[in-house]
């Protein structure tokens, strides 16, 4: 294993800069990253503890600062130190004022402005988290996506991860010998998607999660052969629904996000009314 150490500097959260490395680290094998996140690096007196953090701790830097200044410091004294040194932005910048044929204007963190699609989100995870786990039912026709699916199938986190992409998300358990909400059956607005895993993997996960509660006694909750009928139970329920469904087993929460997200972008667009052209 290598290990390496990398300097995400940013004038911003860091979000940008930190999903832009992770994107890349992860196609690397054997290698193990020590990240330094420096965040919200506006001036010279908050440049200088990010040099002196390099200095003791050498390593890749990638960087989004939008300030010349700052930049030209940074960039030279890394030259100077013969350490990696990346705009990680540059070079999509120069495409997009190329294509657009304008100068882009300088404002640190304005993707994070107090606009109408930040507040969305804002809106959309205080939905999420009032229905969660099937409370509130009453509104469900609200939502822009409805997960089902059995315990311990990843339901909570993937709708809170749609969330901060402004997707009002509820999710809704199925309980052996419970019956599901009418609010959801009788639903035809919402997306409505079914969340499955795998079996063993869902034992699994399931004892894990017992353990860390202290309870170790066997149960039909944890046992494979109820599980097996729980994970059956969804599936025909699926079918019968006509729900799409989504095997969460060998997906991480942000591919199955992507696959809701694809799915609701989807049903827009089929719901979208038609232009209709004017007959003479």
Known sequence: MKNFHLHLVSDSTGETVTSIARACVVQFEGVEVIDHLWSMVRTKSQLEPVLEGIAAQPGMVVF?????????????????KKLTCIAALDTFMAAFRHHLGVSSQA?????????????????ALNFVMSHDDGQSAVDLAEADVILVGVSRTSKTP????????????????????????????????????????????????????????????ETDYTDLDQVKAEIAA???????????????????????AAAIIQLHSQRQRERQPRPTSDST
């Open 107 to 123: 404002r640190p963190g304005r993707q994070h402005a107090l606009d109408a699609e930040y507040f969305a989100r804002i809106e």
């Open 64 to 80: 989004t600062l939008l300030d010349k200044s700052l930049r030209h410091e940074l960039e030279t004294y890394c030259s100077n």
């Open 234 to 256: 969804a599936r025909r329920l699926f079918n019968e629904r006509e729900w799409p469904s989504i095997d969460v087993t060998r997906r991480s929460i942000e591919e199955t």
């Open 158 to 217: 993937t709708c809170i991860y749609l969330a901060n992409r402004g997707i009002k998300a509820a999710n809704v358990p199925i309980v052996p010998g419970a019956q599901l909400p009418p609010e959801l059956m009788e639903n035809d607005h919402s997306l409505i998607v079914g969340l499955t895993e795998d079996a063993n993997r869902l034992v699994q996960i399931r004892r894990n999660r017992m353990r860390s509660l202290d309870q170790t006694a």
